[in-house]
């Protein structure tokens, strides 16, 4: 079953519907009664916790998605004064978060017998879309703001042989298009607007709550754009509360980019509702979105959690990404780097207390952004191939 999460009305799990008739969005309602100590005896995927996943099992589209890294973070935590572990979802199939929604909604398109699937994206929904499509043997079509695109993204979404649309216009716009095109069924839209995409993201709530020893850290800390992730991260940790696997929750903290913050300030004014930016900007492209979809669901997982929303500006994003990349190793792109500088910020005006548990998660791989990260960096320094040029310049 699907609830709209304003008014309550409920949908039938094979209704293709993205939102309800009062205008409001939708999610899965699960009633799972498990014991948590059979996840472990399980591989470990995020599959591990398939009674919690609305999908058949025998028809799963999966390229062994989640199951990420759980880093402790010593040096950086005790910069900071905090204990800091960062969740690296770059590590999934195609670098980025996204693979865990897109395995349970490309599973869901092949259970209601759907051809093609589409999206509009910043990049990563897309460069996942078109791999597990191709997977699941459909269709892909793909809309992306011309320009807005990181390299590496747009590489994965042409070479997995979606049909890449370049439009003349920002994410917003296209989202709108798309789904325009999926209401009047061309196409199932698998952005985040569609229920199922969500049940997966949700696992790495999940996965947080187990990699800690079934506690829940202080906070989580992460970034946000068009607000499904924050939303389904809250969604898996009430889930396993509920299911008493856990006895307490975290404050779920969204970092938003200065000039791209239409959540941060709806949370500033205490409003259940945002007012869209009609422009977004900045240099952090995954999260350039300025009227994010699931917003009534971000908005009540900050509220409900008695959690947080900040903003962070470009060169703080750009410092931070530098940041976990020297001190921890963690290479991550720009959006992602948002929790780092987030966390940074917070630390300093002393929002975050000493000594608290944080997790940051870092949502998308280093590489996804080649050119930002070369930009950043000091060039390579040019010797002839000699020896004795090579000892010179160590020497030096
Ligand atoms: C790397 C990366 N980080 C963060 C986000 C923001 O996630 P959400 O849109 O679920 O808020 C996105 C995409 O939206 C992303 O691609
Ligand atoms: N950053 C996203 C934006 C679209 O988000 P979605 O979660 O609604 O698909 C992207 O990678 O395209």
Known sequence: MIRCVSCGQVYNDNDIVYRCECGSILEAVINVDVKKEVFSSRKNTMWKYKEFIPVDENKIVTLQEGATPFCKCDKLGKELGINLHVKVEGSNPTGSFKD????????????????????????????????????GGLKSIVLLPAGNVALGKLAQAMFHGAEVLSVDGNFDEALEMITKLAREK?????????????????????????DLGWQSPDRIILPVGNAGNISAIWKGIKEFYNAG????????????????????????????????????????????????????????????????????????????QKLLARTEGIGVEPASAASIAGLKKLVEDGTIEKGENIVCV?????????????????EPTKIGASYDELKAYIQK
């Open 100 to 135: 865990r929604g897109m395995s349970v909604g490309m599973t869901k398109a092949i259970m209601l017998g759907v051809d093609a699937v589409g999206c509009a994206s910043t990049g990563n929904t897309s460069a996942s879309l078109a791999a597990y499509a191709a997977r």
């Open 186 to 210: 061309y196409l199932y839209l698998l952005n985040s607007i569609n229920p199922f995409r969500l049940e997966g993201q949700k696992t790495i709530g999940f996965e947080i709550l187990e």
């Open 245 to 320: 696997y856990v006895e307490n929750k975290p404050m779920m903290t969204g970092i938003q980019a200065e000039g791209s913050a239409p959540i941060t300030h709806a949370f500033r004014k205490k409003s259940k509702s945002i007012t869209p930016v009609e422009n977004p900007e900045t240099i952090a492209t995954a999260i350039r979105i300025g009227d994010p979809v699931s917003y009534t669901k971000a908005l009540n997982a900050i509220y409900d959690s008695n959690g947080y929303s900040e903003t962070v500006s470009d060169d703080e994003i750009l410092n931070a």
């Open 362 to 378: 870092v949502t998308g791989h280093l590489l996804k952004d080649p050119d930002t990260a070369i930009k950043a960096s000091k």
